[in-house]
């Protein structure tokens, strides 16, 4: 009976320090834009008339030079072997997420009023008609994946950074239409969704070796924004999520893209393409100014 309860007070106090380990950890996260050697946003710096408390590139180059780049200098955990006990791994890593937020998108092509009724001729034709077809228009460009798979026409205002698991494959930038549709984790495959979903993870814990401090320049180098809408983005970084998804007593709080409370470390880097804003009542067909990057 004694050994019994002095096994259980372990289990607990190893419950409890790697608990409290794992909420002591010094997460960290910090995104800094920055404008390459002859670029057209180190050329756009030096005139005065330019914005200048913000990184800026004009969105009118040629000559593919329109470029940003971005440094990440994060600490998303560590995984170590026990001391005391080499064959047991100890881990306070969490996923890192980044994401590039444009709050002047237009988010989802609306769905047609289907609500009319058919008291008056004029609305009888009304409903009668096909509702239009869902495939991208020059205000809705892009097809977003949402949370169940299926896609809609969009203007994203959410473009998430998926990197590859295996070393060769090609880092995706996915837009979604906002931040209701960014899947935390893998959802694995089931009768309705044969091959299951992959989640919107930038570097997932198992993928992480687990050393602590990374830095590393985002896409090695720059980013180009070709047909990308003009206005002010922000790149999100975020390390979440705050509490170990293992531990019980208290229970984890979920990872909520919408409250930061819930993430363990996270920063916000904006940037300026073209223009401060975007202007929306342009006729899709012949927008008389640009909307996009190019």
């Known amino acids: 009976m004694y050994k019994s309860s002095s096994l259980f ?41 330019n914005p200048s408390t913000i990184p800026f590139t004009p ?5 593919d030079q ?60 009304l409903t009668d008609q096909p509702p239009p077809e869902p495939y ?44 209701t549709d960014i899947r935390p984790l893998d959802i694995p495959p089931s009768p309705t969704l044969p091959l299951g979903l992959h989640g919107h993870i930038y570097l997932s814990t198992d993928e992480n070796l687990g050393t602590g401090k990374i830095s590393e ?20 970084g975020i390390i979440a999520p705050k509490d170990d998804p293992a531990q019980t007593d208290p229970a984890p709080v979920p990872l909520n893209f919408a409250d930061p409370t819930t993430w363990a470390a996270w920063d916000a880097a904006t940037f300026l393409l073209g223009a401060p804003w975007t202007h929306p009542s342009q006729t899709e067909a012949k927008p008389a100014i640009s909307l996009i990057c190019k």
Request: charged fraction near 20%.
């Open 66 to 125: 329109d470029v940003l780049g971005f440094q990440l200098d994060f600490d998303a955990g560590t995984r170590t072997r026990d001391k005391k006990d080499p064959s047991l791994i100890v881990s306070t890593l969490r996923n890192v997420y980044l994401i590039f937020y444009n709050p002047s998108a237009l988010g989802a092509k609306p769905i047609p009023d289907t609500s009319l009724t058919q008291g008056t001729a004029e609305n009888a034709e």
């Open 136 to 179: 991208p228009t020059p205000l809705y460009p892009e097809l977003c994946e949402k949370t169940d798979g299926t896609y809609v026409a969009c203007d994203p205002k959410v473009w998430v950074l998926v990197r590859p698991a295996v070393s060769f494959g090609i880092m995706a930038m996915e837009p979604l239409v906002d931040i």
């Open 217 to 236: 320049l985002l896409l090695r180098s720059y980013m180009r924004f070709d047909e990308l809408k003009k206005g002010i983005w922000a790149l999100v």
């Open 9 to 49: 007070l372990a289990g607990c106090l190893a419950l409890a320090w790697s608990n409290s380990h794992a909420a002591d950890y010094p997460y960290s996260m910090k995104i800094t834009v920055n404008k390459p050697k002859g670029s057209v946003a180190e050329a756009a710096a030096k005139n005065k008339s």
């Open 59 to 63: 969105c009118n180059d040629d000559v």
